[in-house]
């Protein structure tokens, strides 16, 4: 069984900074793809950034690229994301999810567990 639990979630002003982790039980880590989703009141969860299992390739969706950075550590089992020049429109529940392939897709289907959010409020 898989557990994926996020933290670093918070309130920060416009233009602030934060950094997410996922961290994840387990001893095949290393061998899937991963990713970072958020959803905000009202609206359908989202893909935010993708990583490979290897870290070797990413991905962005263009309202966050330049702003945020996806990267894993193999040997600590986890995932982070870091969130710069954050912006309102950024406030979600962000979701840290495995997906059940070693190379990342766009498809929230593929993604077969999934942690319990945390929450990001991001002040005008």
């Known amino acids: 069984q898989v557990q994926l639990v996020e933290s670093g979630g918070g309130l920060v002003q416009a233009g602030g900074s934060l950094r997410l982790s996922c961290a994840a039980s387990g001893r095949t880590f290393n061998s899937y793809a991963m990713a970072w989703f958020r959803q905000a009141p009202g609206k359908e969860r989202e893909l935010v950034a993708a990583?490979?299992?290897?870290?070797?390739?990413?991905y962005y969706a263009d309202s966050v690229k330049g702003r945020f950075t996806i990267s894993r550590d193999n040997a600590r089992n986890t995932m982070y994301l870091q969130m710069n020049s954050l912006k309102p429109e950024d406030t979600a529940v962000y979701y840290c999810a495995r997906n059940g392939v070693s190379f990342y897709t766009t498809r929230r289907y593929d993604y077969d567990y999934w942690g319990q959010g945390t929450q990001v409020t991001v002040s005008s």
């Open positions: 990583i490979s299992w290897s870290g070797g390739s990413t």
